[in-house]
């Protein structure tokens, strides 16, 4: 909602009112907390929070009216009190300021002074409100009530005796996760906030109660006794495990990261973040986090200088250029690590370059593409469509965005091979094998619900980016949307995908399925865990077996350290200035927060020394700013198109899905994610008649045998899953060896 300065003309659709002697203008059936906000004049309140509901059971907000020279009889909640021409507010008087003294008083009756041992202190809402409207001696004798904790999960801590039931923690899980697993039990004085169920919070995005309780009822469980506020500095950063590109500030001392927290932009996050953005900077500080430049010496790991690290990659560079050479980049590399790297494979006369390290099907030259529609837009579309895609745990952000157009009138379809659980009601759902995928969305019924929508858009995720027939999958979302008038949006499959795209990381050679079927003599693995962080795992630990393999690596883990020849240890984004593109090609750039550990260096240091020691033009830079203008004006790179894969063989077509904390090293090994209840043990789950058909029970142990190897897993029986298919989650050791395709399941 918007306030204006008077104009000699009243806007249409508003109303003028006067705040404290400022006359405004306000759009009709707002709010007087919204229009004093806009024009900056302060009205104090706990339960009122501009994304969600009005509420107006805190009473903090009361204020005095007028209307046509008469006085309001009583006080009025500036919250869920609307505009009225001639409106007279008066936020500031004796009487205003008499009923928020009294609400202040009656609110901290309860409220246990134990601010010096709050986590909240120094950051409190009802601190900072108490020191302007409270009293400073109480006259409440009685004792105060005390609430049970209850245990909500690893990572929000609770102190519900703080709480003051001003509903905002309930009225988020309502209506922005969805969930619904808080509320409030019992009457009167007697009111208390918890789960219904004594359950742990499930929603992906649970974190955000802390950052709505105005108290210190709800906590950062991971944060809790680590630092006091004012002892931290905040450096803006983004988001690096999905492409949303969450803004964020991290929170730092002594260039340890803490805590992370949202920054607001409503083009992207709004004022959220999810989960696994929040808890992830626990994985900085993993044990085998790689600290020290490491060389392989007769089979043995030797820590050597960073001068004899950069000696030996480039001995091994040197003696293997060419079509000989492979480079293989996280798709979460920054685009300044990103261009780099396409200067040094150019430099080493090597075309063999891709971040596409997840994709099966690449036989349509396809590359990560900006959303046809803005992100911020979605949430107004009138039609929306999911393809391939578990969307809650790919990109919670974006789920919530529909979930929200969902609630405005959208109607949603989906098309998977997995009735995955939304908190959006959906309009229609096709839930078929992935190889029918493509014949489903060429449903006459859909296309025209769709094409009859005022706005249309169609959202194409991992199942079908990541899948063997990807390039059919993607013609047929293609061809949907130019029918129905659709805006196309391709998840890019990697935190920074459309960057590293427009960065050149792409081959003029061979692609990465393709350096992994006709394996290389040398790799430059960038960013990469190869046990886990690769489609086609097993085939390509076994291309690198063979290989001279230089590491530009977070980890020195056990899959690193069994298959490189020299580890060269880089900072993670939190700890390096760098920008990422997101999924509306929105370029944003991150500060250096934490400090790297031991030895490690930001990656644009290492590939500028590398490159000197190499003798290759275009590392002359001394600096980022350098980098980043000899970088300026990159030519474009057009991938040619490699061979499709087959799908031949029998068994059951694979659903492979990225467990939501599974997705890259440093989620893997944030402790607290990996104690959250969405972070399920890895299993095969298949439909109740092919379970039957196998003379396999629920529960039971199963060999999964795929083209890559063979996995040992427990069955889930789920009739969730589409009949003649197999759903895993990636990100497993125990799920690696199964790679897209199909698979035969038998017993033990």
């Known amino acids: 909602m918007s306030a ?51 509420a107006a059971n805190c009473r903090m907000c009361l204020v005095d009216t007028e209307i046509g020279g008469r006085g309001a009889p009583k006080p009025s909640p500036a919250c869920a009190t609307p505009v009225g021409d001639g409106l007279k507010v008066f936020t500031r008087n004796e009487k205003a300021l008499k009923y928020q003294r009294s609400v202040m008083e009656f609110l901290l009756i309860n409220h246990p002074l134990d601010c010096p041992i709050c986590d909240q202190g120094g950051e409190c809402e009802l601190q900072d409100v108490s020191l302007g409207y409270g009293r400073s001696v109480s006259r409440f004798n009685e004792r105060k009530r005390t609430v049970p904790d209850e245990d909500i999960g690893p990572l929000v801590a609770t102190e519900m005796t703080r709480c003051i039931q001003c509903t905002r923690c309930v009225r988020f899980t309502a209506e922005i996760a969805g969930t619904y697993e808080l509320g409030g039990m019992y009457r009167g004085e007697n009111l208390q906030i918890g789960t219904y169920d004594g359950q742990p919070l499930t929603t992906e995005l649970s974190g955000n109660v802390v950052d709505v309780c105005p108290v210190g009822a709800l906590t950062n469980k991971v944060f809790q006794f680590r630092a006091r506020p004012w002892e931290l500095q905040a450096y803006p950063s983004l988001g690096y495990h999905d492409p949303m590109g969450s803004n964020l500030f991290v929170h730092v001392r002594r260039g340890e990261v803490l805590r992370t927290v949202p920054r607001d932009n409503e083009a992207v996050n709004e004022c959220w973040l999810s989960d696994r953005d929040r808890y992830s900077h626990q994985g900085l500080y993993a044990q085998d986090r790689a600290v020290k430049p490491l060389q392989k010496v007769d089979g043995e790991w030797k820590e050597v200088s960073w001068a004899e690290g950069l000696a030996a990659a480039a001995q091994i560079l040197k003696a293997h250029q060419g079509d000989d050479l492979g480079v293989l980049v996280h798709p979460a590399t920054s685009n300044e690590e990103g261009g780099l790297l396409a200067r040094l494979a150019a430099g080493l006369d090597s075309g063999n370059l891709d971040h596409r390290i997840l994709s099966c099907d690449l036989s349509d030259g396809a590359v990560a593409q900006p959303f046809a529609l803005p992100l911020a837009d979605i949430e107004k579309a009138g039609a929306i469509v999911v393809f391939g895609s578990n969307l809650r745990h790919e990109l919670p952000l974006l789920h919530q965005r529909i979930r929200k157009a969902n609630r405005n009138g959208a109607q949603v379809h989906v098309v998977n091979p997995v009735d995955f659980e939304f908190t959006f ?18 449903n006459a019924e859909l296309r025209d619900a769709v094409k009859g929508a005022s706005s249309a858009v169609v959202i194409v995720g991992a199942i079908a980016e990541n899948h063997p027939q990807a390039s059919a999958l993607r013609k047929a979302a293609a061809d949907f949307a130019a029918a129905t008038g659709a805006a196309l949006c391709r998840i890019p499959q990697g935190a920074n995908a459309v960057g590293l795209t427009r960065a050149g990381v792409l081959p003029t050679g061979s692609d990465a399925a393709e350096m992994v079927s006709r394996p290389r003599a040398a790799y430059v693995i960038y960013g990469i865990e190869p046990g886990l962080d690769f489609a086609h795992g097993f085939a390509t630990q076994k291309a690198l077996a063979a290989a001279k393999v230089v590491a530009f690596s977070h980890f020195a883990c056990a899959s690193t350290r069994r298959l490189a020849d020299v580890i060269l240890p880089i900072g993670a984004l939190p700890e390096i200035e760098a920008t990422l593109t997101n999924l509306d090609g929105r370029e944003q750039r991150a500060q250096a927060g934490g400090k790297p550990p031991g030895e490690a260096r930001e990656g644009w240091k290492v590939l500028r020394a590398l490159g000197g020691a ?70 095969v789950s298949l439909h109740p008649d092919d379970a039957k058909a196998a003379g396999l029970a629920d529960g039971q142990v199963v060999k999964v045998q795929a083209s890559d190897g063979t996995a040992t897993l427990p069955v889930v029986i789920n009739d969730r899953v589409a009949p003649g298919s197999v759903w895993i989650e990636s990100g497993h050791g125990a799920t690696a060896p199964i790679g897209a395709g199909r698979v035969k399941v038998v017993a033990a």
């Open 4 to 54: 204006q300065p008077v104009d000699p003309k009243v806007p249409p659709d508003h109303v003028t009112i006067e705040i404290d002697g400022r006359v405004l203008y306000a759009p009709k059936g707002s709010m007087i907390i919204q229009a004093a906000d806009k024009a900056g004049i302060p009205i104090p309140r706990f339960c009122y929070h501009d994304k969600l509901s009005i």
């Open 425 to 442: 009601a959906t309009t229609g759902k096709y839930i078929v094998p992935p190889s029918q995928l493509a014949d489903a969305l060429d």
């Open 614 to 683: 190499l003798e290759l033009p275009g590392f002359e830079f001394t600096d980022l700013a350098g980098a980043r203008a000899s970088l300026a004006g990159a030519a474009t790179v057009t991938p040619r198109a490699s061979a499709a894969p087959s799908l031949a063989g029998e068994g059951l077509e694979v659903v492979t899905t990225a467990a939501i904390y599974r997705t890259d090293g440093f989620v893997r090994r944030a402790s607290a994610l990996q104690s959250h209840p969405l972070n399920a043990a890895p299993a």
